[in-house]
């Protein structure tokens, strides 16, 4: 880029001098010249010198002779230029500001500062000493934001990058043992560090790639998932759009406690759904120690581990959100309800034939597969039909309701009773009868 000069000549009365010389030399000298040209009529020069460099001009109309000095230095109340340009220390290139076509005045304000600091400019590599505050987003569509690590790590760089196919995907990369952290007022708030993220914690000692959160003293929700399709409408313990939640089972003694949320349009929709897959051949043995493709394991602490539940503690218990229904004991006892829902509840069997009842049932569930045939079978008015009415069935038949079923047991081991006395009764009539008959 060549050094533009340029000025007026002028006599003392304001009169413009025309065919004064203007030449131009290396600061401080007055050889060679470096270029030379002649006032024009309104006595206007101009030079373009080719080679960047600080020059001096001297300006000659007869035997007056005036210099322009690099080095000379002005101060003034207020200074108004077109094109502004600030030389190097090295005497090489020039910064140059060019203002943009305005629609009215504006005004850049200089910040007071606290002490010597550096411009930043646009496309130039800087260094913030100090924190930079945006109002405004930050675009990263064209480039990345990279500062250096603080920790002694090898090549310790954190760039947050978007992939350059467009997508917007940022990337944030760490430095192996780099952390990055989110602070308010310099607490903690959020940790990441190799896979592992924090959450108002710094450290997890039994996790290595995982998600910790220390929910501190809180005891509502400490995970919540929502969806836009679901409206559950119990508002008094969750948001509508709310479909599983996650806290504490009891606030002072923790426990892990999950809800599950349907809209509830249809009935055959489970709010909480436990599924396991297994991805070869599960586990067929039958054994106190075999393993379940879906596992429950209820057990307490011992002094610094867990131990087995003694026989009388309760491994499980399924209530109906008041009442306990099933429970299973240490010993694998099993616990049920006296009686299930529905109209039969606490009605015996006695008015049906109870036996007849019990065979229909056998024969129905192997399909009368290995079953010894009789005549007494074919004098079993009993059905299926009436094992579904009784309760005893469910309503397709695929499952049988325990207690109806120890009900019906009951009924016919009674009824077997009955016929055993009542035999019993008529062999000790006819014993009499025959003592009689022989005495006579």
């Not at 106190?288 to 026989?311: E, F, Q, Y």
């Amino acid at each position: 880029m060549a050094v533009e000069r340029a000025g007026f000549v002028y006599t003392n009365a304001g009169v413009a001098i025309q065919g004064a010389t203007v030449d131009a030399f290396d600061r401080n000298t007055t050889t060679p010249n470096r270029g030379t040209t002649t006032t024009d009529i309104n006595g206007y020069w101009t030079l373009s010198i080719a080679t960047e460099g600080r020059y001096d001009v001297r300006v000659t109309s007869g035997s007056s002779i005036r210099f322009l000095k690099y080095d000379a230095s002005e101060q003034m109340q207020e200074l108004e230029v077109n094109v502004l340009k600030i030389r190097d220390s090295n005497d090489t290139h020039t910064y140059e500001f060019v203002p943009s076509d305005l629609a009215a005045n504006r005004t850049i304000t200089i910040p007071l500062l606290a002490g010597n600091d550096t411009l930043p400019l646009i496309g130039f590599a800087q260094t913030w000493s100090a924190i930079q505050t945006h109002s405004a987003r930050i675009d990263m569509s064209a480039s990345a934001i990279r500062w250096t690590s603080g920790v002694a790590v090898t090549a310790a760089q954190y760039e947050i990058t978007r992939d350059a196919d467009g997508t917007n995907q940022l990337h944030f990369n760490v430095p192996t043992g780099a952390t990055f952290e989110w602070s308010t007022n310099d607490v903690s708030q959020m940790v990441f560090n190799a896979g592992l993220l924090l959450i108002n914690a710094t450290s997890a000692a039994n996790a290595t790639i995982a998600v910790v959160i220390q929910q501190g003293a809180n005891d509502n929700n400490i995970f919540e998932l929502k969806s836009s399709d679901v409206a559950n409408g119990i508002t008094d313990i969750a948001e509508t759009d709310t479909y599983a939640q996650v806290r504490k089972a009891t606030a002072a003694e923790g426990g892990f406690f999950l809800r599950g949320f349907t809209t509830g349009v249809t009935g055959a929709t489970s709010p909480v759904f436990l599924a396991g897959s297994h991805g070869g051949t599960p586990d067929t043995t039958d054994t106190t120690s075999s393993v379940g493709v879906v596992r429950l394991s209820g057990n307490k602490k011992s002094g610094t581990t867990i131990a087995a539940l003694a026989a009388t503690e309760n491994i499980l218990t399924i209530d109906d959100g008041s009442l306990v229904r099933f429970l299973i004991k240490g010993n694998g006892a099993l616990h049920a309800t006296n009686v299930t829902g529905g109209q039969l509840d606490g009605t015996a069997l006695d008015a049906f034939d109870d036996i007849g009842l019990v065979r229909v049932w056998q024969r129905d569930r192997v399909s009368d597969l290995g079953i010894a045939m009789s005549k007494w079978d074919e004098a079993i008015q009993a059905s299926k039909a009436e094992l579904i009415q009784l309760g005893v069935l469910s309503s397709k038949g695929d499952f049988y309701n325990l207690q109806r079923m120890n009900d019906l047991l009951g009924g016919a081991i009674w009824q077997l009773h009955c016929h055993d006395q009542e035999l019993a009764e008529r062999v000790a009539i006819m014993e009499e009868r025959l003592l009689a008959l022989g005495a006579g």
